[in-house]
């Protein structure tokens, strides 16, 4: 099942907070981008963040699932009307993952 476009928003406003939040249509379903960091995707209206150390650490009670078969394990945000843990989340994956681009360029 594809994602609507009105979850996305939603999703998007919900994490306002954590920075400049894009969206971005891909293999009919949507990437989410944080200050231009790719760390998320949207399919079948769920949530599924990237996996890092520091998510992982920080919400271990979320779930790791595939978002589509074939795909690598992201952290299945379950209650996207929870801001709080989203924002916080989003931030310190973005974190790890700007981290880990910067160590791949020196």
């Known amino acids: ?5 009105d979850f996305v928003d939603y999703v998007a406003e919900q994490l306002r907070e954590a920075g400049s939040i894009r969206s971005r249509k891909m293999f009919g379903e949507y990437g989410l981008f944080c ?3 790719f760390f998320a995707v949207i399919c079948g209206d769920q949530l599924f963040v990237k996996v890092t150390p520091a998510g992982e650490a920080a919400f271990p009670n979320l779930s790791k699932v595939s978002p589509y078969a074939g795909a690598n394990d992201y952290i299945w945000v379950e209650d996207v009307d929870d801001r709080d843990t989203m924002t916080a989340l989003t931030r310190l994956t973005c974190l790890a993952l700007q981290d ?4 791949r360029r020196t």
């Open 1 to 5: 099942m594809a994602s609507h476009q």
């Open 35 to 37: 200050d231009g960091i």
């Open 100 to 103: 880990q681009t910067r160590k």
